[in-house]
């Protein structure tokens, strides 16, 4: 006699595909990884807008010393340069200051030493510490 089976869902066909708990659990997971990535996408840009704004501010510091190293009238340094200025090119909201201070000292042996102590510093807007260079130029 044949046996035929009396209960036709007591086998589990399996067919190809994915169920729904798996769909979701990938949809998850891929929701995930894109939150993730546009959360550094973020983070990211900050940074590259924070490194350019520092780039142009010390463009603008190299731009001062490089003016006053060339500059040949010792005696006239101190009115040429110091003071601050507010319209730096590409810096709006950004102050340059530039100090120049004259140091006069007498040495032991009766002569004097004569140099001045520049001081260009670019401060302001989004930048978190000011950026700052000193140099020094000695008498002709």
Do not use: C
């Amino acid at each position: 006699m044949l046996k035929h089976d009396s209960a036709p869902h007591s086998r589990v066909q399996r067919e190809g595909g994915f169920t729904l708990v798996e769909v979701t659990i990938a949809l998850v997971i891929l929701a995930v990884a894109v939150l993730g990535m546009a959360a550094s996408a973020g983070v990211l840009g900050r940074y590259s807008a924070e490194a350019e704004v520092r780039a142009l501010a010390m463009q603008a510091v190299q731009d001062r010393i490089s003016l006053v190293k060339v500059d040949p009238r010792y005696t006239e340094l101190e009115d040429l340069y110091g003071g601050e200025e507010n319209d730096l090119p590409g810096l709006d909201g950004y102050t340059r200051k530039t100090t120049v201070t004259r140091i006069n000292q007498t040495t032991t042996g009766g002569g004097t030493i004569d140099y001045k102590v520049i001081s260009v510093v670019v401060s302001g807007g989004a930048l978190s510490a000011p950026l700052s260079r000193r140099f020094t130029v000695g008498a002709p």
